[in-house]
């Protein structure tokens, strides 16, 4: 693996934490004061290319030990409650096997609570990353949690993880050795005028953008005329592939309501997007109104107690005039 030093030292020390967790909490004794949170959590946070998933691989290789990808989709239930469980039997499963989890693209299934909860989604949400916290302070083994978005994270899992460890992009000396490794040694052709330092000095991007420029460069020269004998990857191809690795990031990159310019990038969504705001202020205008009405029925509430007891008055204060009038009229005819 062609890694920054730092990221590399960071990736060293949280091998030295697996290798030496033994020692620490049996031979020392600290598992028997410490009976929680005796796992080792990491998070491997970066820009999407950057080794995140080939590191825990390696990771896991160097410990002998299996690697359990997990993806948010192959958790999520369409019934209440099933996803906690699936992430429940997850943990179960890895401990069985010895296993390494990592949990790819972490940040949607970990990612903030909802505050209020006005809907059943947002429970369910807050429900299935409650079970996960709960499960990661239980489970033994080790876990890795791999982002683009650590700020999604809920605040909650900073105790819990162990070792953050930053997966930046590459220097332009990295990014040259990332271009010689994505080629065979002794069978890739290459044309005399590669210059792999000059691609790494021009394009500063990712180990993941390379290799797919690399492959790109591979099927355009393929695709050349001439005899497959005499066919060679030239600079020309390694450039090309990466300008539409580049153009491909500007198109998912690029935004569905506003351009770089501030001006709609799909006119045609306009009114989508008109839409979406006014139904956000409908909702708001709803709860507002929820509120107000759950405050007059209260009011209402009060003023049927107040008429009741106002209407016993009244019994009581005709009863008492009645009597006087009888005792009155009695006095008479005596």
């Known amino acids: 693996m062609i890694l920054p030093v730092a990221t590399l030292r960071s990736l060293e020390y949280a091998l030295t934490q697996i290798e030496k967790h ?10 028997e004061r410490h009976t929680d949170g005796l796992g080792l959590a990491f998070a491997f946070a970066g820009p999407p290319g950057t080794g995140k ?41 890895a401990a069985e096997q010895d296993a390494v989890l990592f949990f790819d693209e972490a940040d949607a299934i970990a990612s903030r609570r909802f505050v209020s909860l006005s809907y059943g989604y947002e429970r ?27 700020a999604n994270f809920d605040p909650a899992f900073e105790r819990r993880i162990r070792t953050h460890i930053l997966f930046e992009l590459p220097t332009a000396r990295e990014r040259e050795l990332i271009w010689k ?10 044309g005399e005028d590669v210059d792999f330092r000059s691609l790494a000095e021009r394009f500063e991007v990712s180990g993941g953008d390379i290799k797919n420029a690399v492959l ?45 310019n501030g001006s709609s990038a799909f006119s045609g969504l306009a009114p989508l997007q008109t839409l979406l705001k006014s139904q956000q ?32 008055l009244d019994l009581i204060l005709f009863a008492v005039v009645l009597l006087i ?10």
């Open 53 to 93: 998933t080939i590191c825990a691989e390696a990771l896991a290789h160097t410990l002998g030990k299996k690697l359990l990808i997990v993806r948010y989709s192959e958790l999520e239930s369409m019934w209440v409650g099933e996803t906690g469980k699936n992430v429940v039997s997850l943990f179960r499963a």
């Open 216 to 260: 790109k460069a591979a099927q355009m020269a393929s695709l050349e005329p001439g005899d497959v004998r005499d066919k060679k990857i030239c600079q020309r191809h390694f450039e090309a592939g990466m300008q539409e690795v580049l153009a491909g990031k500007r198109v998912m990159e690029q935004s569905l309501f506003e351009g770089s």
């Open 22 to 31: 033994e020692l620490i909490f049996n031979h020392w004794g600290l598992g």
């Open 124 to 150: 369910e949400a807050n429900a299935v990353v409650n079970v996960l916290l709960s499960e990661l302070e239980h489970f033994p083994g080790v876990t890795i949690f791999a982002t683009n978005l650590a």
């Open 281 to 312: 202020e409908q909702k708001s205008e709803l709860e507002s109104f929820d509120s107000r009405l759950e405050n007059l029925q209260e009011e209402v509430r009060s003023l049927k107690g107040a008429l009741a007891q106002a209407r016993r």
């Open 181 to 190: 490794v994505q080629l065979h040694a002794e069978r890739t052709p290459l």
């Open 325 to 334: 009038a009888l005792t009155a009229l009695a006095r008479t005819f005596i």
